[in-house]
Each structure stands twice: as C-alpha cells, then as structure tokens.
C-alpha cells in the first residue's frame, strides 16, 4: 500500500444507475442521459465523492458497464480505487441486489443512493452516515409533503390522509450492513425502496432531513428543472473585459538622445519632460491605468516620484504592469499610435513592439502616422501618441 493510500471506508454507496428511463423516454438509459454537459450519472457520482469516504458500487445497465467505469473515474479523483462497476437486474430491488454482493468485507454501512436523484448534496450522505453511527439500523431522508394526499378508490376518495403524517422518502438511504444484507437475504415481494423493505424484516427506520435538490429526474420535466438549476448554479457570471484610453504629447528640445517606444533613437532630436519623454510609452501606461480604473500617470508616476526622473520606457511599464495586475487584471493587449514626422518608425516597427511587448508581458502593436503638414505635429515641434488598453479580469 503507498503511503498515500486512502484508509478502507467503513461505508459503501451504492448507486444504482441500471434502469432503463422508460417515462423520461430520452433515447438512452437514464442515468446516460445528459443534463449539461455531463450525464445524470456524472453529476450523481461528483456529489457521490464530495461526501463521506466510501466504497462506491454503480450498478449499471449490462451493456453499459464500460461508460459507467469512464464516468466514476473522471470524477472519482484521490478516490478512484474505491469505485466499481457491476451490472444491474430486471427491478430496482435485483439492482440493489447485485451491488450488495459487491461491498467489500470490512464495509460496516450501506447507503443506495438512486442516479437519478443526480443533484443530491453531499450533505444528506453526511447527515445519513451520522445517524446510522449514532446506533440506528436504519436511515431516511425524507420531505414533507406539500400537497394534501387523498387515498383513492379508482374515481372515488376513500379517505382524506393527514398530511403531518405524511413524508416523502429519498435516497441515499442508509442501513447497517448486516441488517441490508439479511433483509435482502429473505427478500420475497418486490418493494419500490429499501426502507419498505428492511422495515417490512421488522426494523425500525430513523428519518432525517432530506433535500429540495434530492428530487428524483423521472420525467423530461424534471430534467428540465435539473437543467434550469445547474444553468443557475454553475454558470459563472462572465467578467467582462474593460477598454481604457491613453494620450500624450512631448515637445522636441530635450537634452541628450531622442527615446520613443521604448527605443533610442541615435541622430534624432530629443524630446522634453519629467522623464526620457516617450509620449508612446506614456499613452500605454495611461491607456492601461484607464482600463484598470487606476487613475492616470499623474497620480502613479508624478513629479513626487523622484526615481522616475529620467526613466526610460521600460521602468514604466513594467510597473503598471504590477500595478494592473495587483488590481485583479490581466493585460490583453495595448494598440498604440505615434501622430510625428521623425523619426520614421516603420524600419523600427517590429523592435519597437518586441521591446513593449516584453515590458508589459502581452502584444503591444505601434502604428505611426503623419498629419498632413497641420498641428504641433506637422510642423515638427513635437509627438503625439495614442493608445487603447484591453484588460481582462482574472478570475477569483
Ligand atoms: N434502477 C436500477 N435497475 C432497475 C431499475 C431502476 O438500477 N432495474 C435505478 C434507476 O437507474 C434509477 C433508480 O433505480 O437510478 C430509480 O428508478 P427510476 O427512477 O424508476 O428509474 P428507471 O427505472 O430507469 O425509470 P423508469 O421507471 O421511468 O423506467
Ligand atoms: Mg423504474
């Protein structure tokens, strides 16, 4: 046995999953069917696992027994030594039968859990393995019922019931082995479920709550009701992405070397400012601040920060990069536009990107243009740059 082994359960469930769906009429075994993108059977088996450690028996429909196995083991985890796969009879009661004989040895409780009851919570296995260590033969979750109840003859009413007398039975329904096996043991008429029977050998059956989700998929509109309410429980609510929109603008008669896009640009006139002056780099960092909802370059990286003073583009972004990401967002990727007559970007293009793209970890794209003569622009006097931020929440 390896040292991460899990211990042997003292529970078995026993999930019979061999009917054949006649009234839900799908076109396949019940517990085959799908309700999303998974079967009744894998939605059984996922709640199944998430409750107390035990064996799990499936009982399967004969020519099923292969399908079955694929779904135990893609849900069964840490826990997929404990699954098996039998296949099931002719009723429910050979069914439950059949797994019995598959329960290994030291297994001291038995639960039967029905497939279809596929959205079932792993706490009313909880609560059912709880009541039947605290001493009880026999365990069943039950629900009051709503519905005032009638005994009928045919077409007549013979008698009204009091309904807070009344319970409606689910399942898992739990026993003590020894008590399951001898009730099956000396089983003669066929009942619709355990309690009925092991109650019918002579034992006491305790009650606990049942659950609203443990409601048993027989017809299509129970289906319905299973899918309506994963659709609610699992869909996540999609974050959406968020734009931000960046600008910047220098003046050429800086000191020194010209640097743009996060290059140096020997030969070429320098710009202006509280740093090197990179109006592309400048527009990224408040294109993305923008879409982050991080304010702007002013209040991240403003005169007050001395050890911005001569920075070049890279120190920059890679800061916003941390900061956008401290705030819950990944960078998807920055677009980016230099309005100037020199330098000529185009021979620089893919430089210029790989440099940018790697200071912020996603794409950047730059694009240049000229304007025609007109503006700060086309008289050479300084740069305008442009860009578009997308940032994508991460997922909690
Ligand atoms: N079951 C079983 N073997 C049978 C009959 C039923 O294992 N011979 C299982 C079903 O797979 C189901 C549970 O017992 O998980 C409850 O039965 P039910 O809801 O009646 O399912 P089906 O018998 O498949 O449906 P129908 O009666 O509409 O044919
Ligand atoms: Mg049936």
Known sequence: MSSDALPTPHVAVIVVAAGSGTRLAAGAPKAFVGIDAHSILHHALERVFAGPLAQVVIVAPPERLGDALTEAHAVAGRRHDLVGVV???????????????????????????DAARALTPPAVFTRVVAAL????????????????????????????????????????????????????ATAEADHTDDAALVQSAGHEVATVPGDDLAFK??????????????AVAVTPVVPLPRVGVGTDVHAFGGDGALWLAGLEWPGE???????????????????????????????????????YAGAHAVAFLERTRELVTAA???????????????????????????????????????SATTTDGLGFTGTGDGVAAFAVALVVPRPA
């Open 133 to 184: 260590e605290a001493g009880n033969d026999a365990a069943l979750p039950v629900m009051p019922v709503v519905d005032t109840v009638k005994r009928v003859d045919a077409a007549r009413v013979v008698a009204a019931l009091d309904r807070s007398e009344l319970a409606a039975a689910q399942t898992p329904q739990g026993f003590r082995r020894a008590v399951l096996d001898a009730a099956y």
């Open 87 to 113: 296949p099931g009879g002719d009723t429910r009661q050979e069914s439950v039968a059949a797994g019995l004989r598959a329960v290994w040895p030291g297994v001291q409780y038995v639960l039967v859990h």
């Open 328 to 366: 819950g967002f990944a960078i998807g990727n920055v677009s980016v536009q230099v309005q100037s007559n020199r330098p000529k970007l185009a021979p620089r293009r893919g430089e210029a990107e790989a440099a940018l793209t790697a200071a912020l970890g996603a794409p950047v794209t730059v």
């Open 217 to 230: 998929i027989t017809t299509s509109a129970d289906l319905d009701r299973a899918r309506a309410l994963l």
């Open 269 to 307: 006139k320098a710009l202006s400012g509280h740093s090197d002056g990179d109006a592309v780099a400048h527009a990224i960092v408040d294109a993305l601040l923008a879409a982050a909802g991080l304010g702007d370059i002013g209040t991240r990286f403003g005169t007050d920060q001395p050890e």
